[in-house]
């Protein structure tokens, strides 16, 4: 069965710092993969998805996402953190062989990521 | 453009009470996925609905269920509410288009449910 992992709960880094919140994957084949942001009481944003092509995937906000098939990681990062970053991430992961052909994406329990000024 | 809307925001109900929620996805989008999350968890996967057809079921009872409307508007439906029911859920819409390319899904703000 697919699944996606983020083994921190919570991640902190001082504002100016690069950053770094970790997800590994467990899926047939060759997954489509997606980071989301979620604010307090706010709805999920998208980020970035890596479907296919190049490894190194840009996305919203200066957010990058590196996919590594050997490792099967997918991990979220940013040169340089913003207070304003601070906020839930999710990865989540698509089994693009799903049989039910639905949208369906199975999300990760998300890390908290705080920027300390 | 209007982003994904949904109502009621906030929702206080009992155990055993019956409970609507209502989703519009943005202008074009014609699919429309629920998620529940619950306190200190990643959402989980409700329903899809494409077309007014239901194209994916998560693992839900049978208390839960949804529909799609000509406009493309949904409904979720929980019956004989529980304790348990308590979360957070989302409504997700996508343009679906046909073909392989998978179309990222865009969330609206959700409705806090808290069952009494």
């Known amino acids: 069965a697919q699944s996606v992992a983020q083994p921190e709960d919570q991640v902190n880094v001082a504002e100016g710092n690069p950053l770094t919140v970790k997800c590994t994957y467990s899926?047939?084949?060759?997954?489509?993969l997606f980071w989301y942001v979620q604010y307090p009481n706010r709805g999920l944003q998208f980020l970035l998805k890596?479907?296919?092509?190049?490894?190194l995937v840009k996305g919203s906000y200066g957010f990058e996402a590196e996919f590594n098939k050997s490792q099967t990681s997918f991990h979220l990062k940013k040169p340089s953190a913003l207070v304003s970053d601070s906020a839930l991430y999710f990865c989540a992961v698509r089994d693009p062989y799903s049989p039910d052909r639905d949208d369906k994406i199975i999300f990760g329990k998300g890390t908290r990521l705080h920027i300390l000024p | 453009d209007a982003g994904v809307t949904q109502s009621p925001t906030h929702l206080i109900k009992t155990r055993g009470q019956h409970v609507t929620l209502r989703c519009s996805p943005i202008s074009g989008h014609k699919s429309v996925s629920w998620y529940q999350q619950v306190l200190g968890q990643g959402p989980q996967f409700i329903f899809q609905?494409?077309?007014?057809?239901?194209?994916g079921r998560g693992n839900f009872p049978d208390r839960f269920s949804a529909r799609q409307f000509p406009n493309y508007s949904s409904e979720l439906n929980v019956n004989a509410l529980l304790l348990g029911d308590s979360a957070l859920y989302l409504c997700?819409?996508?343009?679906?288009?046909?073909?392989?390319?998978?179309?990222?899904?865009?969330f609206g703000p959700g409705t806090r449910l808290t069952v009494l």
């Open positions: 997700a819409s996508s343009l679906r288009t046909s073909g392989a390319t998978y179309n990222e899904q865009f």
């Open positions: 890596y479907i296919t092509g190049d490894n």
């Open positions: 899926v047939s084949g060759n997954p489509y």
């Open positions: 609905y494409y077309e007014k057809e239901e194209r």
